[in-house]
């Protein structure tokens, strides 16, 4: 008795194995099917934002157009309204000495003459108690780009005035009340692959 309990207990755990193996294979089978496509959808999207993110690779070129043209996004307002604030917010930080906020916006050489006026006012003991700055007219002169670089020269027309005094609180110079009417010229750059939207000040045909 106790060996045919043991006999049927064994055919039931075959039939119960064969079922499950059944069950288990077919469905292992339909999951396999259903990853073997995944790494491919995975290759696809991945090359898909490797297009994307890729830099963008153009020829030198001049003009405005030129650059519309392998930088669709460039707006020569948006531009103008943006190197205007920079020129104040540059010469503003130039007279107040403040050098982290110009090593910012400013490439390295432009930045080590800045630093060199500012260094040389602090040895003769001055400081500008006041500037006033007023942006009369700006014009893109000239335009380029160079391995992948553009450069943008801008003419500023404007009005400046200061207040310098020496370190014993005595008036150096002061043209407060008759602003010096005066223009420059400024060249920004900016990596047409940057993430950054910001230009920099590349160079200046003048230091005042």
Same mark, same amino acid.
């Given at each position: ?9 064994? !055919? ?14 077919? %469905? $292992? =089978?339909?999951? /396999? ?9 995975? !290759?696809?999207? =991945? ?14 070129? /001049? ?6 043209? !392998?930088?669709? %996004?460039? $707006? %020569? ?7 205007? %604030? ?12 403040? =050098? ?43 335009? =380029? ?21 020496? $370190? ?27 993430? $950054? ?12």
């Amino acid at each position: 008795m106790q060996y045919f309990d043991i006999i049927l207990f064994a !055919v039931i755990a075959g039939v119960l194995g064969i079922r499950l193996y059944r069950i288990l294979g077919v %469905k $292992s =089978k339909i999951i /396999t099917k259903k990853m073997e496509n995944i790494p491919q959808k995975i !290759v696809n999207i =991945k090359q898909d934002l490797q297009e994307t993110l890729d830099p963008i690779e153009v020829e030198n070129g /001049t003009g405005l157009g030129y650059l519309i043209k !392998v930088f669709p %996004k460039f $707006s %020569k307002k948006e531009f103008l309204s943006g190197a205007e %604030k920079a020129f104040n917010m540059i010469l503003n930080a130039k007279y107040e000495g403040n =050098k982290k906020l110009l090593i910012s916006y400013l490439e390295d050489d432009v930045f080590r003459l800045f630093e060199k006026v500012i260094l040389e006012r602090e040895g003769e003991g001055l400081m500008v108690e006041e500037a006033n700055i007023e942006v009369k007219k700006t014009n893109i002169s000239e335009i =380029k780009v160079l391995e992948n670089i553009a450069y943008i020269r801008v003419d500023f027309d404007y009005l400046e005035s200061r207040l310098i005094k020496k $370190s014993d609180g005595t008036v150096f110079s002061d043209n407060i009340d008759s602003p010096n009417d005066l223009n420059i010229t400024w060249t920004f750059s900016r990596s047409l692959d940057s993430d $950054s939207p910001n230009w920099k000040l590349f160079g200046t045909n003048k230091i005042n």
